[in-house]
């Protein structure tokens, strides 16, 4: 073992987004979760993490850079999942370069991880989801756990919850289990990213001056504290679970779109119940949720459906690419960029939805008409800079190896950032 | 009966607010509740209706004036009061002035009613709740209802819910009742004004440009959508009635705080939970909770409790005049009236807390220190302009009659308004 050989992998991970929501924790420690909960895996395209992990002789101790700045190791969550991972590493021999690992070695060789968001892991879009499971798939690669990718997501679960979601693309279901070790809280995949390919998913990135309350705690205290949420994991959720697969399987968007709301306004009725109380929404959340409800109303059955995590932030997802158009449209007439803002950096990722939307510059925004659903009535105020950006995406695919080595982290030589 | 005569009586009856919310009705017309609630009454010096109500044979028909601007009698809720009073109405006679009134005449009487608002009627301060208690007040002195005010009670709910609570000062329980036709849903007074002498009350009128949905079509869909309503009424709200009344009994302030407080914030979770969700706080007033959150865990024990009903508006009740007065100066802190704004209309009613405060002119406002709680974290933000002005008041007396002629709304000869 005196070589100076660097071994590695590198992965992709997207994100997801939960329509019925994880809040509140039987076990902190393993985090195992008190009901089950349901996401749609985002486009890895425009929301991923990618990581690179490598291991070498050479290294003296394991260590991380998350968006090329060193973070510690030290934490539980990632000890959590180092050690569950090198119980599981098998034998690694690469013969071209004349390298062979045994089972054994893993436990004293050490590591080197380089991770990277491709959006602004501040902006509260899950970063921690797609950051987890992309360190445990490119590490049971590299290390060559033999485990199914549903073992794997609960071993991601115990780095954060809702990590476990982002080993499947598509739709995917995240099994609270009963086991008190932890075994059976698993995720397991409804249906792939082709099932339901007309929806389109439209992000907006909310301004927000206020700290917000960490879903770690925040989920500690709810549970400490509500009156409801007991109620919420034990007789609302049960049944929203099946009947979400249902509309799943089904394609069936306006029982979607009335279970992915009520359940992310159900979870923050929770957060309000808890003590002290816990905002994530604030008024832009607010006036976003109310556009799409009058627009909903107005069309007679769901176009939109909406869902808010742990922040201001909106999930919208569009029936299909028209009411994607129609949706971007109301957004930008309500929310407009600033003026020193750049058409380009205010609505990002799938571009062909903003030309859908006829709109190609910032005069075509000023020059939106207001939407039906308000005409006659009193003229809708509008919220200039409430908005960071716009996000438009769909529902993507799972973890994807990357073999291109320029897409790499580390220095294939040093074993170093690039 | 071809006298020219009219009679007249005059009252004044305070506004209330509920530290155990009531939301939600089991039955529509004769209003209901799903629920008992606990009010505090106001004072009525600083938040009132006063009410005349005059009878004369020259009558044509049943008229009413709000705030000096006729409005109409024919809904349900006017007809269901004025129907259940005329029921009860006794002989009445006036030897002085000649005037005999039987019982059967006051079927074919009418009648004349002006009632005025001492405070916003827009402000959402709970209007309904005085007016319909001090209609149903006032006529039935008038019309010598010899009924007491538990029963008189159970005829204002059927204006305004809300309004029975009004017929008493200091702590008011209406109870739910269980009997098909509501003759014992009725108010009871827990304790009198006077009881817990050392509350203070501010109120913050907070700006909104929102359109509010009306409590009584939010209740309603609430009962209809919410999966959390029915928990909270038959399961949370009659463990807190309990330990709100002890509270109440033992003066004991931080068990009130942390009722009410938690109470209110779990009404606006149902609120939330409802579909389409209903939003009565706005940014405003979850920065005022997390003020007064703050400052209580920096104490160590409640200082102050807060409470919203169907809009922005916070409610707080200080523990004491000197909890008071430091709660003042961090609303002024955080919240400084606009540069053109006089300091007198800004914080109006019982103006000797600010006094304590010692708040005595704008610059005094700009002088102000950061609380101590927030000493050593990033400054915090200042919010001009998000509160209209604030009122400082305390719990109240009940309805009172008015003797003073001049207080009367309607004139004495003509029976129109003055």
């Given amino acids: 073992m005196a070589e100076k050989w660097v071994l590695m992998v590198t992965a992709q991970t997207p994100t997801n987004i939960a329509v019925i929501k994880y809040w509140g924790k039987r076990d902190e420690n393993l985090i195992l979760p008190i009901n089950d909960s349901i996401s749609v895996t985002l486009d890895p395209q425009h929301l991923c993490t990618t990581t690179s992990v490598a291991v070498s002789p050479t290294f003296t101790h394991d260590r991380m850079w998350l968006n090329g700045k060193e973070i510690s190791l030290s934490g539980g969550r990632y000890q959590n999942c180092l050690r569950e991972l090198r119980a599981r590493a098998s034998d690694v021999e690469d013969e071209e370069k004349g390298i062979k690992i045994t089972k054994k070695d893993w436990e004293k060789l050490h590591l080197h991880i380089a991770s990277y968001n491709n959006f602004p892991t501040a902006a509260g879009l899950a970063s921690s989801a797609a950051g987890f499971a992309c360190l445990v798939f490119s590490l049971a690669k590299l290390m060559n756990v033999k485990e199914d990718h549903s073992k794997l997501s609960a071993i991601a679960r115990q780095g954060s919850g809702s990590a476990c979601r982002s080993l499947y693309g598509g739709f995917v279901k995240w099994i609270m289990g009963k086991e008190e070790n932890g075994s059976d809280s698993i995720a397991v995949q409804l249906a792939d990213e082709k099932h339901w390919d007309d929806l389109v998913i439209i992000i907006a990135v909310v301004s927000s001056r206020q700290k917000e309350t960490s879903s770690t705690s925040g989920m500690r205290e709810t549970v400490e504290t509500s009156m409801l949420i007991e109620h919420r994991a034990k007789e609302v959720v049960p049944r929203r679970i099946i009947q979400m697969e249902k509309a799943i399987k089904d394609l069936d968007f306006p029982s979607f779109a009335r279970l992915t709301c009520s359940d992310s306004n159900q979870f923050h009725a929770v957060c309000l119940d808890t003590s002290p109380p816990i905002f994530y929404m604030n008024d832009t959340s607010h006036r976003i949720i109310s556009c799409v409800e009058k627009w909903n109303r107005f069309e007679g059955t769901p176009q939109v459906a909406y869902t808010f995590d742990a922040g201001p932030n909106a999930v919208l ?44 510059n910032m005069k075509d925004i000023e020059a939106l008409d207001s939407p039906p659903e308000i005409k006659d009535s009193t003229p809708m105020q509008k919220y200039k800079g409430d908005v960071s950006y716009f996000i438009c995406t769909r529902p993507g695919r799972g973890p994807v190896l990357l073999t291109d080595e320029t897409k790499a982290l580390l220095n294939a030589e040093t074993g170093l950032p690039k």
């Fill in 317 to 360: 997802i569009a029936r299909n690419r028209k009411a994607a158009a129609l949706l971007l449209q109301r957004l930008l007439f309500y929310f407009p960029p600033q003026s020193d803002t750049d058409l380009n950096s205010y609505v990002i990722g799938d571009k062909s939805i903003l030309q859908d939307a006829g709109v190609h």
